[in-house]
């Protein structure tokens, strides 16, 4: 399974951004998929997440701003953010959870909001 993530930026606080991961390979036994953030000295944290079934859940401080979907045609999984603030930046990762508990990455993606 890999990813390719993408999408990242700068915006000013307000602004939005959408980021996008394409996943290819073993995908019939991906779970769900996560959109995960990490800044220095913190552990990453899972921002929000769709299942195969495209049940979503947020972390609450994302919550009503940001929206994940996915396009199954096309392989992608989409993190809509809206009404960026400063501490929306970090470095985010799509994830891919499989069936049989393991966890592919893919590269990290910065966003950088400034007030």
């Known amino acids: 399974v890999q990813l390719q993530a993408s999408g990242g930026g700068l915006v000013q606080a307000g602004g939005s951004l959408r980021l996008s991961c394409t996943i290819s390979?073993?995908?019939?036994?991906?779970?769900?998929m996560g959109w995960y953030r990490q800044t220095p000295g913190r552990q990453r944290e899972l921002v929000a997440a769709?299942?195969?079934?495209?049940?979503?859940n947020y972390v609450d401080s994302v919550e009503g701003r940001f929206t994940i979907s996915r396009d199954n045609a096309k392989n992608t999984v989409y993190l809509q953010m809206n009404s960026l603030k400063p501490e929306d930046s970090a470095v985010y990762y799509c994830?891919?959870?499989?069936?049989?508990?393991?966890?592919?990455w893919g590269k990290g993606t910065q966003v950088t909001v400034s007030s």
């Open positions: 994830a891919a959870h499989s069936s049989g508990a393991s966890t592919y």
């Open positions: 769709i299942t195969s079934g495209s049940v979503t």
């Open positions: 390979g073993r995908i019939d036994s991906i779970n769900f």
